[in-house]
């Protein structure tokens, strides 16, 4: 039982810090609770069909089918917080300003709620077909205490990602958008390495000559911080150059980016 | 999504995992067995500062996650099935792997020597 709310919890915990900064990073527009929700909703049943399917994925490209779906899923991921930043950069002061003169939720029309429910929906993805298939597996094998298990570990990463989004929102408005951009980015950024790795393991890319450096012995990402570090802003105990190299290139083309497109926007103005 | 960009994609992926078996052809290699959530041999040796496929069989009828956070792979294996992962290059060492569905039987060893 312990063992299954463990795993459960360690799933369920990457995809609710996720939902936790989006949640956060939407303070304010209206009508967010609806999309995070379909993107919950979507992401489940991607997940239930991708591990329905798994054994057809990992099968697919001569066997690297999994690894390039995971990788797929990662930069797409990538890409809806890089066009949200992107916009936020033009709207978020903007955005700022008018939730604080009406002290309520405005209206930001639906491109800010879709990209980040996008990002919830394949979160909830990747983490949600993994437990699928480790429950698939248990209940295969006979063991107990099952359901137990499932709901101590969705209890314990829901209320840890629901702790993250309500610290995010004690940031003062002034300065909010600004910060959960930047959390973002990075998150972003620690997705893309993530990326690198799954190529890395499918031989599709080089790891630029093995591990950088070995700092587990400080934080390993094993550890409850290391892995909500890992999650938040792409921690990595053991990185190889090729990682770094996409988390890197992640942050500059993001944070240039948003430059580029509030420049145009306000040349445009 | 569009035609010729869905087609560009496949062709990149089937570019990219053709060059890369042609690439494996001469790569040392090392194959090891899950069976009843453990790993057979639970210790296996590679060579360091190369790169190395580790073909891993997983004769349980229940899927498997072979994992390591210490040479950073994660792969799900579904029953009855093989995986091959791409392992480092990596220093002389002693480095542990698990199954993360059954991480209290299923825990191995990889020995990195020079």
Redesign the interface.
């Known amino acids: 039982m312990l ?1 299954i709310a463990l ?1 459960v919890f360690r799933e369920v915990l990457e995809a609710a810090l996720i939902i936790g900064v989006v949640g956060a990073a939407t303070r304010g527009v209206a009508g967010r609770g609806r999309w995070l929700l379909a993107g919950m909703a979507a992401g489940l049943l991607g997940a239930l069909g991708v591990a329905w399917g ?2 057809a994925i ?2 697919a ?4 089918g ?3 779906f995971n990788a797929g899923v990662l930069l797409a991921a990538v890409a809806m917080i890089g066009w949200h930043v992107a916009w936020m950069s033009v709207h978020g002061r903007d955005l700022a300003q008018r939730m604080r003169a009406v002290g309520h939720s405005v209206h930001a029309g639906s491109r800010p709620l879709y990209l980040l429910a996008v990002v919830v929906a394949l979160a909830v993805l990747r983490e949600g077909s ?1 437990v699928a ?2 429950l ?3 209940a ?2 006979g063991a107990h205490g099952l359901a137990t298990g499932v709901l101590l570990g969705v209890a314990g990463g829901t209320a840890l990602g629901l702790a993250l989004y309500a610290g995010l929102l004690r940031i003062p408005l002034k300065r909010f958008f600004a910060l959960t951009n930047g959390l973002l980015i990075l998150l972003a950024a620690g997705l893309a390495a993530s990326a690198a ?1 799954y190529l ?5 890319l080089g ?1 630029g ?3 950088l450096w070995d700092s ?1 012995w400080l934080l ?3 550890s409850l911080l290391g892995h909500t570090l890992h999650v938040l802003v792409g921690y ?3 990185p ?1 150059a090729m990682m770094l190299v996409f988390y890197a290139g992640t942050v500059t083309l993001l944070v240039v980016a948003a430059r580029v497109v509030a420049r145009r926007q306000r040349q445009a103005a | 999504m569009h035609r010729p960009i869905r087609i560009a994609f496949l062709a990149l992926a089937l570019g990219l995992s053709t060059i890369a078996t042609a690439f494996a052809a001469d790569l040392p290699s090392v194959e090891l067995n899950i069976r009843q959530h453990r790993f057979e041999p639970a210790r296996v040796t590679i060579p360091a500062g190369r790169k190395v496929l580790l073909v891993v069989h997983n004769r349980d009828a229940t899927p498997e996650e072979f994992e390591s956070n210490e040479f950073n792979r994660e792969k799900v294996i579904m029953g009855g099935r093989s995986a091959r992962i791409y392992v480092g290059p990596l220093k002389a060492g002693s480095y542990r792997f698990y199954g993360e569905f059954h991480a209290d039987s299923a825990q191995g060893v990889l020995v990195v020597e020079e």
Do not use: I, K
């Open positions: 063992a795993l798994a054994g990992a099968a490209f001569s066997g690297s999994q690894e390039l993994e298939l480790f698939y597996g248990m295969a094998g790795r890395a393991q499918a031989d599709l790891t000559g093995g591990t587990s390993s990402d094993g990595e105990a053991r190889t």
